[in-house]
């Protein structure tokens, strides 16, 4: 039951590959890893997955920092064992998404080596140089993400500085010149011909910096903040791109990081149905466990992305965030309630790999603390199986597992048809089932301070939707069969007009 392309109505689980699974023993998951994982991703029901980078990369950012885009790193496999992923993933019905880091390369990709060579080589403007300021210091007062010192670094060899938003090991890439989208172009076909049916696309609103550079109020400008990009030469280099994936058969689909906090900017680079097929929304993931707050978010998002016809997406947990059951108060009840949201709301979902698990971010020692970024918590290992080391026979892996690993791994919650598991197997299930839940509209409904009520209707398909914010029992006068219970307690009976405590429930 689907109405336009697949990703509307899909459910993608993002897979972080190093801390997945690990097939060869060595503490760091990788792409077999997956692929052997796939029956149970398919027993979950999602439709797709996306991986955050497995490209060939010295991993100063985990990955983030590609020095080859058209290879995989030895640490996650070969590209053969990419093609087989994809193969048997498509043979399960599961579509492949890859990450895409186009605002930026290594410093060891030899397109940077070749730049920093000498001011006249001919990949110099394939990256941000300039001279020092008058002063000698960095051109402009902009920062760098993690360190939070200048995102500018001094270049002995050449005497310039050359621009990084992010680590000095990721240089930006020089988004003006065009044999640098050409190049950039290529790595996208590379991947469209190998199968993939789209991109995540790595914090894409920033690809093109302003043309003057100039300095930014405050200085301490975050990568939110568009000041320092230029929008309109973005929004065209987003136009190429569309047309490149929209020239493949089969619906390939985009996906933007644009990190910046305005659903109503969020909404531009869907431009007018020919830039982003989809973007991440993230005012919502930063919304705290609170109805109001919540309702806010949602009639935003229907808003904004409504005047624009853009679909939304919906997400609640990454790799760069701590987990939204910590982020909530580390709360199973809330957990549960935030799935049912989840995966009702009007939109594409995206789930991140253990959340199905009921996963707390992991509590990681001084000691093993790797990411500058400070990210370490969310990255945890995921426990497969009851026993320690579950399921990461070999080396101790690249992180701590995150807390209770043993009773909330896979293993133990297959057994538990209560588990939160099976809670979102329900979900994923209930969202396939219900046109109303695909591509019904959304409407908010009066409801109980606390609480957070919506409808979404298709023709004669309707289901309601309740979620109880708090932790007290909430009544509230709604009609209907309970299809789905965040705690399990009365499916397939008429609701009761009684919400338990941190209770959602789906009526139909
Ligand atoms: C956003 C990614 O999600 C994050 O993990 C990464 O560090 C930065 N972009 C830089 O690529």
């Not at 990709?109 to 210091?137: C, L, M, Q, T």
């Not at 297959?414 to 329900?426: F, G, T």
């Amino acid at each position: 039951m689907t109405n336009g392309p697949w990703w509307k109505n899909a459910v993608v689980y993002q897979i972080y590959p190093r801390s997945f699974a690990d097939s060869n023993g060595d503490g760091v998951g990788d792409l077999e890893g997956i692929r052997q994982r796939l029956d149970h991703l398919a027993w979950l029901g999602v439709d797709a997955i996306w991986i955050s980078p497995f490209f060939k990369s010295p991993m100063a950012d985990f990955g983030y920092d590609v020095s080859d885009y058209c290879d995989v790193d030895p640490l996650f496999g070969t590209l053969d064992d990419f093609d087989a992923l994809v193969s048997e993933a498509h043979a399960h019905g599961i579509k492949v998404i890859v990450d895409w880091v186009p605002n930026h390369s290594s410093d060891q990709h030899a397109w940077f080596v070749e730049s920093r060579s000498s001011r006249d080589n001919p990949k110099r403007d394939w990256y941000i140089w300039r001279d020092p300021a008058p002063d000698g210091g960095p051109p402009n007062n902009w920062i760098g993400a993690f360190l939070e010192g200048s995102a500018w670094t001094f270049d002995e060899t050449t005497g310039q500085y050359y621009l990084h938003l992010f680590l000095p090991e990721q240089p930006d890439l020089n988004w003006r010149n065009p044999d640098v989208i050409e190049a950039m172009h290529d790595t996208l076909r590379f991947w469209l011909d190998r199968g993939v049916d789209g991109f995540r696309m790595d914090v894409v609103m920033g690809i093109v910096k302003r043309a003057d550079l100039a300095d930014v109020e405050g200085g301490l400008v975050q990568m939110a903040d568009e000041s320092r990009y230029d929008p309109p030469a973005v929004h065209e280099r987003l136009r190429a791109i569309r047309t490149l994936l929209d020239s493949y058969p089969g619906d390939r689909v985009s996906v933007g990081e644009v990190f910046v906090l305005s659903t109503a900017r969020v909404a531009e680079y869907y431009g007018n149905n020919d830039e982003l097929h989809l973007s991440f929304n993230f005012p919502p993931l930063f919304a705290p466990w609170d109805a109001d707050k919540w309702r806010h978010r949602i009639e935003r998002t229907e808003t904004e992305l409504g005047r624009v016809s853009a679909w939304p997406t919906w997400v609640l947990s990454n790799h760069d965030n701590a987990r939204h059951r910590t982020r909530y108060g580390s709360s199973e009840g809330r957990a549960r309630a935030a799935a049912v949201m989840l995966l009702t709301l009007r939109g594409t979902t995206f789930l991140y790999e253990g959340e199905e698990l009921g996963l707390d971010d992991a509590i990681v020692p001084a000691e093993r603390v790797v990411d500058p970024g400070g990210r370490d918590g969310c990255r945890a290992p995921i426990p497969w199986t009851a026993d320690a080391p579950h399921g990461w026979n070999g080396a101790e892996p690249w992180l701590p597992f995150p807390p209770a690993a043993g009773d909330r791994s896979v293993e133990t919650l297959l057994a538990d048809e209560a588990s939160i598991l099976h809670l979102y197997r329900h979900l994923i299930a209930a969202k396939h089932a219900s046109a109303a839940l695909q591509t019904g509209d959304l409407t908010l409904l009066a409801a109980p301070d606390g609480v957070l009520a919506y409808e979404r209707v298709l023709d004669e398909d309707a289901r309601t939707v309740l979620v109880n914010f708090t932790g007290e029992p909430q009544s509230i006068d709604a009609q209907g069969i309970v299809d789905v219970s965040s705690i399990g307690t009365g499916e397939g009976e008429p609701f009761s007009g009684l919400l338990a405590p941190d209770e959602a429930v789906i009526l139909s």
